[in-house]
């Protein structure tokens, strides 16, 4: 698998990527007015690697393929063509900075003495530990990611450019949506490896999320799980993903901003390689349309419900 810097469409595109010029960090794509009150995130399937970070990367096409939620981008524009959800999708690749982690989720050992917070930092988080902090720095089986010490400057313009601007981005498509609505979902979209499988029991094509409860109506995820049943697709509840930094902050069900994790098994929509798109990535797509779908309906009376208004038009 050949890496090459530039492979995602710029169209809508914001913040800036370091070492990348002229390349959006992520692309936000929505309909006025909004079709549906549903926003898809994309925050893992970047794949514009700048020069400079595949030169500081020990194993440049291992990693990608192993940090990467491979082309489950793919996945969301086929949804939101489907569904005309709105869709946020990272340009900006997860090597570089992961934007399901906290802008403090910092592995400081990646860094120079000189460029470590003056007066300690406080314990690191177990995603830190992991590897899998807000820039990732090992993985099983493969080791340390980089062949050389970080300088601040670098964490600084990642955030600067990338983290913060999708964050707020995000903020405000999602006020947009529930402005209008009433109540917004978030549908932060991930993949994932083939989950082991018990003796006796159907794999596990889908998880959900909702960190237990917090980050949605329990009628959101009831309404899932039905949707899930309905077209023959194994789904799971918060394990052994219940959602990260991005639910974390933008889930806030009593101000009608819900969220879920929606994980993906790469093996049901890529090859058998898990490299290149396969055979099964149209029925995915129809599958997950039709979750959209349902779950854009239950969003549209929970926002009802709340906000006392009468149903939006779809088409003003």
Same mark, same amino acid.
């Given at each position: 698998?050949?890496?090459? $810097?530039? *492979? ?5 595109? /914001? ?11 992520? %692309? ?9 009150? #549903?926003?898809?995130? %994309? ?15 020990? @194993? ?24 005309? =959800? ?6 900006? $690749? &997860? ?5 399901? /982690? ?13 460029? &470590? $917070? ?10 830190? &530990? ?5 820039? !990732?720095?090992?993985?099983?089986? #493969?080791?340390?990611?980089?062949? +050389? ?13 990338? @983290? ?6 995000? *903020? ?17 979209? @991930? ?6 499988? /018990?003796?006796?029991? =159907?794999?596990?094509?889908? #998880?959900?999320?909702? +960190? ?9 995820? =009831? ?5 899930? =049943?309905? #077209? ?6 918060? &394990? ?13 069900? +009593? ?9 993906? *098994? ?10 290149? !798109? ?13 979750? %959209? ?5 239950? %969003? ?17």
């Amino acid at each position: 698998m050949a890496i090459s $810097p530039v *492979d995602n469409d710029s169209q809508g595109g /914001r913040g800036w990527i370091p070492g990348a010029p002229g390349i959006p960090a992520f %692309v936000l794509r929505a309909s006025e007015p909004s079709a549906i009150p #549903v926003l898809i995130a %994309v925050p893992h399937a970047g794949r514009a690697y700048s020069s400079a970070l595949l030169r500081d990367m020990r @194993h440049s096409e291992s990693v990608a393929l192993r940090l990467e939620d491979r082309y489950v981008d793919r996945l969301a524009q086929g949804i939101a063509k489907e569904t005309g =959800a709105t869709l946020l999708m990272a340009n900006a $690749p &997860r090597a570089m900075i992961d934007l399901n /982690r906290a802008p403090d989720d910092v592995d400081w050992d990646m860094f120079a003495q000189a460029d &470590r $917070p003056k007066g300690g930092t406080a314990s690191p988080s177990r995603r830190v &530990r992991s590897g899998l902090g807000l820039i !990732p720095r090992r993985l099983t089986g #493969v080791g340390e990611l980089w062949r +050389r010490r970080m300088e601040g400057v670098e964490l600084t313009r990642r955030i600067e450019g990338i @983290h913060a601007p999708y964050h707020a981005t995000l *903020d405000g498509a999602l006020a947009n949506l529930r402005d209008r609505w009433g109540a917004a979902l978030l549908i932060d979209l @991930h993949s994932m490896p083939p989950l082991p499988v /018990r003796t006796g029991m =159907a794999p596990t094509e889908v #998880v959900i999320g909702d +960190r237990f409860g917090a980050a949605c109506h329990g009628r959101l995820i =009831a309404a899932a799980f039905s949707q899930m =049943a309905a #077209v023959r697709r194994e789904a799971a509840h918060n &394990r052994p993903y219940a959602g990260g930094y991005v639910l974390e902050r933008h889930a806030d069900p +009593r101000g009608g901003i819900h969220a879920l994790q929606v994980e993906v *098994d790469r093996s049901c929509y890529l090859d058998p390689g898990l490299v290149e !798109p396969g055979p099964g990535m149209a029925a995915v797509i129809d599958d997950l349309s039709a979750l %959209v779908r349902r779950l854009a309906d239950v %969003v549209s009376e929970l926002g009802q419900e709340q906000s006392g208004k009468g149903w939006p038009l779809a088409a003003e």
